[in-house]
């Protein structure tokens, strides 16, 4: 684990103890020698400690003396995620990094892999991903029981891979508990089989001839998690219970259905079915076309997903993150976009198009915030101004500050005449809708404190 995405060169945290420019100029070679020894062998990366982009960037941004990056010689993009005591469906923190705290934050692990699974489409399309660490534990510090576990593994499972991820590895194959991952495995450390080996072997046997990502399947209900997959020439339909109990509306004849522990029935069904948080496979259907209605209603969805997502690709955005250079933050709007680092240093100039009309005070570097949008951050005094240009059109403007009293900044150069929003002191950002004309936009502080971030991303005027 050389990095988390959050402070991926803290020197006391992980496997790696160091700045990742120095595991960058050791991996490549490693990967040269590897090379060498046996042209065909696959390089991956040290497992990153996260799926989040800004760490991924790392890898294509460093550049060698001779112009080439980390990127050019990884075979293999590994990481790690755990959601621990959360159901994958419903998680938003990767544990296994923030040991010390939980940032706030909207993004979920689902959203993460598709934004992970589209950086490497749009970065390097053919380089294969694997979930080389996940897992539950059952029965360590931060574990669950062992129904969770047998119910959550094999979800966090089908989720990655219907995300586009090539492989996923669980961690460990034995422990019953004592530190904090001894409990991750599925068999106890006196040998007997924990359930979660039993739905394991379940899922690689129901799995097993599938050469395609799973297509997500829509309900009304949120508490329903299906997916359709392909399994040779014949459909394969995986559903559950996020929590508790649902049913699967959905008329599908005659098939058969196999729950998480292997056992099979025919069944008719007609209307529903019932399900829990273990998933159930439902197979062998004697109507063919029983499965159309729900690859109708994938599909239909993945297109409407994939027009939204080209659509919110192609908005204007200008994303501005304060106070450091290495501390990037992103913001997904159609993919993950990186925040243009801004240091008190940086001043205004036209070819740029942006930066402080006079400098910052200083930079700073909040940790405790444990989140690279928001642990850094410009120190400025009243009066400070920072101007960037945009395209002309209607926005969303976003301001996120630190004053040591609640204040307000002036928005200048939008039309209509400048525009004053209310800053509280916790940092929490304030929004409002502007028009943006011919003029640059400058934004005016009324306090002394710390200027964090700034957005201006484009109104997506079509209906979803």
């Known amino acids: 684990m050389p990095g988390s995405a959050v402070t991926p060169d803290a020197p006391g945290w992980g496997s790696w103890k160091g700045p990742l420019s120095d595991y960058y ?175 394991y072997a379940t899922l690689i046997r129901q799995l097993d001839g599938v050469k395609e990502r799973g297509l997500k399947v829509p309900f009304d209900d949120d508490n329903v998690r299906a997916y359709l997959w392909k399994r040779g020439d014949k459909a394969l339909v995986a559903a559950w219970a996020i929590e508790g109990t ?45 499965v159309k209605g729900l690859q109708e209603q994938a599909r239909r969805m993945a297109e409407k997903e994939r027009r939204r997502l080209e659509r919110l690709s192609r908005l204007q955005a200008y994303l501005f993150d304060f106070g450091s250079t290495d501390r990037v933050g992103t913001l997904t709007i159609g993919v993950e976009r990186l925040f243009t680092p801004v240091v008190a240093a940086d001043l205004y100039d036209e070819a740029k198009g ?52 609640a204040s307000q900044v002036t928005i200048r150069g939008v039309e209509g005449g400048d525009l004053v929003l209310k800053v509280p002191t916790g940092g929490d950002a304030v929004k409002a809708a502007v028009k943006v004309g011919a003029k640059p936009l400058t934004v005016e502080t009324h306090f002394y404190g710390a200027l964090v971030w700034l957005s201006l991303v484009q109104v997506d005027d079509q209906k979803p």
């Not at 996260?50 to 060698?64: A, H, N, Q, S």
């Not at 576990?149 to 989720?159: E, F």
């Not at 529903?272 to 197979?283: G, N």
Request: net charge negative; glycine share 8%.
């Open 25 to 199: 100029r050791m991996c490549r070679v490693g990967a040269e020698s590897a090379k060498k020894a046996d042209p065909g062998a696959k390089v991956a990366n040290g497992g990153w400690s996260g799926i989040d982009v800004p760490l991924m960037e790392g890898m294509r941004t460093f550049r060698y003396a001779d112009g080439k990056c980390p990127l050019d010689f990884t075979d293999v993009l590994s990481v790690h995620s755990y959601s621990f005591r959360v159901a994958p469906e419903l998680a938003t923190v990767n544990d296994n990094t923030h040991r010390e705290g939980v940032p706030e934050r909207g993004r979920t692990f689902e959203q993460d892999l598709e934004s992970l699974v589209a950086w490497r489409d749009k970065t390097k399309a053919n380089l294969p991903i694997w979930l080389s660490e996940t897992g539950y534990d059952s029965g360590g510090p931060r574990g669950v029981d062992e129904r969770l576990q047998a119910c959550w593994l094999v979800r966090d499972v089908m989720m990655a891979l219907a995300s586009g991820i090539d492989k996923v590895l669980v961690f460990r194959e034995k422990g019953s508990g004592g530190d904090l991952f001894s409990a991750s495995g599925v068999i106890r450390d006196d040998d007997p089989l924990k359930p979660s080996w039993f739905t």
């Open 246 to 290: 649902a049913r699967l509306s959905a008329r599908l004849g005659r098939c058969t259905v196999t729950d998480a522990f292997d056992a099979s029935r025919t069944m008719d069904i007609q209307s529903s079915l019932a399900l829990t948080e273990c998933p159930l496979y439902v197979t062998d259907f004697a109507d063919p076309d029983a």
């Open 354 to 405: 942006y930066g402080f009309e006079t400098k910052g005070l200083s930079d700073q570097v909040e940790k405790w915030y444990r989140n690279p949008l928001m642990e850094d951050s410009v120190r400025v005094l009243p009066g400070a101004r920072f101007t960037f240009k945009a395209k002309p059109g209607d926005y969303v403007l976003q301001v996120c500050a630190r004053p040591h009293e």
